[in-house]
C-alpha cells in the first residue's frame, strides 16, 4: 500500500526496511530525545526493530495499528514515520495519530503532507470518523503542522504521557471526518 503526495509517499514499513529505519532512530536519537518515552539501548538494534516492524504489520492486518515510513519521492530516502494507532471500531471510529521527522528535513512541509495523506487514507479507506493527537504545549512546530491538515484544538490534557521519564501536558487536537 502507498499513499502518494506532491514530495512524499507513505509506505507500510516492511522486514526489509528495518536497517533504514535503524539508521534514522539512532540519526535523530538526541533530536527525538525530549519528544519521546526512554528508549533502551537494546531499542537501537536492527532485531529490535525487525521485531518492532513485525509486530505493527501483525497489528494492521488485526485493524489496529497502521505504520508507515514518510519517503521522499524523489530519492526513496526514509526521512521519517507516521502511524494511526489505537484504532477503535464500533460507536468510536477512531484512533490517534503519531509521527516523527528526520532533523534535517524538517520545516519543508513533509510532515503536513504526510498528515493530510494519512487522514485521507484513514477518511476514505478505514472509515474512521475521529482521529485526535496529542502534542506538548511548547511544540509549537507539531501543532502548526495539525492545524494546517484541519486539526483544531480541543484542550489540555494533564500529565497523561510519560515523556523521557516525565509526566508532561499534552495539547489535544482532532480532526472529525466531515464526509459521514
Known amino acids: 500500500m502507498k499513499l502518494v503526495g506532491n514530495n512524499v509517499y507513505l509506505r507500510l514499513l516492511e522486514a ?4 533504514e529505519v535503524l ?11 525530549p519528544f519521546t518515552y526512554i528508549k533502551e539501548e537494546s531499542y537501537y538494534t536492527i532485531e529490535a526493530q525487525q521485531e518492532r516492524i513485525r509486530n505493527n504489520k ?6 489496529l495499528y497502521y505504520g508507515f515510513g514518510i519517503f521522499l519521492k524523489e530519492t526513496d530516502a526514509l526521512i521519517g514515520n507516521i502511524m494511526l494507532s489505537e484504532v ?3 460507536d468510536l471510529q477512531s484512533c490517534f495519530v503519531g509521527y516523527s521527522l528526520d532533523e534535517q528535513q524538517n520545516g519543508k512541509g513533509y510532515t503536513t503532507e504526510a498528515v493530510k495523506l494519512i487522514v485521507e487514507f484513514a477518511f476514505n479507506e478505514l472509515k474512521l470518523h475521529r482521529i ?3 502534542v506538548m504545549p511548547h511544540n509549537i512546530g507539531s501543532i502548526r ?4 491538515a484541519g486539526f483544531h484544538k480541543e484542550g489540555i490534557a494533564k500529565k497523561n504521557v510519560r515523556i523521557n521519564g516525565k509526566w508532561e501536558d499534552h495539547q489535544v487536537l482532532a480532526i472529525i471526518n466531515e464526509n459521514e
Open 16 to 19: 526489509v526496511d528495518a536497517g
Open 58 to 63: 501483525e497489528k494492521s492486518e488485526n485493524d
Open 23 to 33: 539508521e534514522y532512530e539512532v540519526r535523530n536519537r538526541v533530536f527525538f530525545k
Open 132 to 134: 485526535e493527537a496529542g
Open 145 to 148: 503542522v495539525l492545524e494546517k
Open 88 to 90: 477503535l471500531r464500533g
